[in-house]
């Protein structure tokens, strides 16, 4: 299957897994990484690098 690449939004910070713009994930308001929801839940809904609250997106 084709996807192009302008979907990707980037990769996980924490377990480099894909993240397009359909999918659900999380983005830290402070340093703009971004989770996907596995990573978002095992760290309790907090950016690991600066414990700022995920919003989700
Ligand atoms: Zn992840
Ligand atoms: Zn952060």
Do not use: N
Request: net charge positive.
């Amino acid at each position: 299957m084709y996807v192009p690449k302008t979907l990707m939004l980037g990769r996980c910070w924490r377990c480099g897994k894909r993240i397009y713009r359909y999918d659900d994930y999380y983005v830290c308001p402070k340093c703009h990484a971004i989770y996907c929801p596995t990573c978002a839940k095992k760290t309790f809904y907090k950016c690991p690098a600066d414990g700022t609250p995920l919003e989700a997106r």
